[in-house]
């Protein structure tokens, strides 16, 4: 499981603050992605960078933000826009040498608003 | 963009027995299909992918079959084990040429249940 962190485990939030989660890989990676998964629902792609300094928007991007100022390293924020905060938030990073497709995820972090 | 569907939403299986999850993409450029295993409040682990230039593909009790004509493909479980229990996920991946290329796109999840 070594290789990709995420912190904290749990956390949890009042409605109208901004929260930002940690997502930390040594495993070298150029691809970095931020996904939400709620009950009875897959994982929806927040956010993703492919390299350092550059992310793009995902299928759910509003009410959150992120940075990739280094190539291990790339927080979330969830803004006060976010009408739903509550989720299991899933960090995932990938190699981008050729024929590396998969996706390793960390171990999530479970954001409460309260 | 892409859109995956996946069924059955859950699965019960007497252990011994086979389970088989299935799933369809729309965009015809997907060109990886990878597989996750999520253990109950765990992390997704990839267990099993395939590429389009192949239509099979097997580790040990795990199998998947890949039909690119009718765009979909499934996940084959044989002798299935009570720790085979977890919430399964497909995905398919968007080609080069499309607009979000190399993201994955994932099913709903299907919830196995292997009963002793």
């Known amino acids: 499981d070594g290789g990709i962190t995420q912190s904290p485990k749990y956390l949890f939030r009042k409605e109208g603050q901004n929260v930002t989660l940690s997502c930390e890989q040594n495993?070298?990676?150029?691809?970095m992605y931020w996904y939400r998964q709620d009950p009875g629902q897959g994982l929806r792609l927040i956010y993703y960078?492919?390299?350092?300094?550059?992310?793009q928007k995902g299928d759910i991007a509003e009410g959150y933000s992120v940075s990739r100022e280094k190539k291990e390293s790339f927080p979330l924020t969830v803004t006060s826009a976010q009408k739903n905060p509550t989720a299991f938030y899933l960090c995932?990073?990938?190699?981008?040498?050729?024929?590396?497709?998969?996706?390793?995820f960390g171990p999530g972090t479970r954001l409460t608003v309260l | 963009g892409e859109n995956v569907e996946q069924h059955p939403s859950t699965l019960s299986v007497q252990e011994g027995d086979s389970a088989v999850i299935k799933c369809t993409y729309s965009?015809?450029?997907?060109?990886?299909f990878p597989w996750y295993k999520q253990e109950l409040g765990k992390r997704p682990q990839l267990i099993i992918d395939?590429?389009?230039?192949?239509g099979e593909k097997k580790d040990q009790r795990i199998a998947v079959t890949l039909n690119k004509t009718a765009k979909h493909f499934s996940l084959h479980i044989t002798e299935t084990q009570p720790e085979d229990s977890a919430v399964y996920f497909c995905?398919?991946?968007?080609?080069?040429?499309?607009?979000?290329?190399?993201?994955?796109?994932f099913g709903s999840g299907t919830q196995l249940t292997v009963l002793p």
């Open positions: 995932a990073s990938r190699s981008g040498l050729a024929g590396k497709n998969e996706q390793f």
């Open positions: 495993l070298n990676h150029d691809a």
């Open positions: 960078s492919q390299i350092v300094n550059d992310f």
């Open positions: 965009d015809s450029a997907s060109n990886y």
């Open positions: 395939i590429r389009s230039n192949v």
């Open positions: 995905a398919a991946r968007a080609g080069i040429s499309s607009g979000s290329a190399r993201q994955l796109t």
